[in-house]
């Protein structure tokens, strides 16, 4: 079952930080972000392996909570640069490299 | 850095007609994947390969074959294409593992069928 993101949308302004949560209805055994810009390839921000870690890319970092079965991501003093689709995927089925993806959280970031 | 490439980034086809896209990745990268993009429902897979001549059927296979006969390149075929397949297609490779690769996806083809 996919993966449900929230919210579905948020507009920001430079500076401003947000939250963007993937919530599954079935045990996780992973949890993978993307990032897709406007008419590019989505790109991979970091996956989430164990219940409880954290990791962070720049300004952009995610926990993963294995009891509630979600996972969020935190973008602080958001950027122009990280407008765009954010995806959460997680495996289909336990450990293995075939992921469902979320219907994606769009964010805006304005000057 | 990881190349995966699509053969076209724009297409228009006709109803009926069988429409091959096809898909190159240059970092000997054991799985391969075919992802369905459309406004409001994310990604969907369509088919996966994890080697050469192997495949399995993603969440909405119905409408489309795939052909993996070199392990760098993953082929998705329409059969006999309709209107409502007119979408976004994006093309993934990753390395074999258990959940702990990522995916790096190409930059897409929008397919229009008339």
């Known amino acids: 079952q996919q993966p449900v993101q929230s919210p579905q949308a948020v507009i920001l302004r430079e500076g401003e930080d947000a939250v963007i949560n993937c919530s599954s209805s079935?045990?996780?055994?992973?949890v993978h972000w993307y990032r897709q810009k406007h008419g590019e390839a989505p790109v991979f921000l970091m996956i989430?392996?164990?219940?409880?870690e954290q990791k962070g890319h720049e300004k952009i970092s995610a926990s993963f909570n294995e009891k509630k079965q979600q996972s969020s991501l935190y973008l602080t003093a958001s950027q122009l640069s990280y407008s765009g689709t954010y995806f959460c995927?997680?495996?289909?089925?336990?450990?293995?490299?075939?992921?469902?993806f979320g219907t994606g959280t769009l964010l805006a970031v304005q000057p | 850095d990881v190349k995966v490439t699509q053969s076209s980034r724009y297409l228009v086809k006709r109803t009926g007609e069988k429409v091959f896209l096809e898909c190159v990745q240059d970092?000997?990268?054991?799985?391969m994947f075919w992802y369905r993009q459309d406004p409001g429902l994310g990604l969907r897979l369509i088919y996966f390969?994890?080697?050469?001549?192997?495949?399995e059927k993603g969440d909405i296979p119905e409408g489309y074959s795939v052909s993996r006969e070199k392990k760098e390149r993953f082929s998705l075929i329409l059969e006999s294409a309709s209107t409502n397949q007119t979408s976004m297609y994006l093309c993934?490779?990753?390395?074999?593992?258990?959940?702990?690769?990522?995916?790096?996806f190409g930059d897409g083809t929008r397919l229009s069928i008339l």
């Open positions: 989430l392996l164990k219940g409880g």
């Open positions: 079935k045990a996780l055994y992973s």
């Open positions: 390969s994890y080697d050469v001549k192997m495949k």
């Open positions: 993934a490779s990753s390395s074999l593992g258990r959940a702990d690769q990522p995916q790096h």
């Open positions: 995927g997680t495996p289909v089925g336990g450990a293995t490299n075939k992921l469902i």
């Open positions: 970092m000997d990268h054991e799985n």
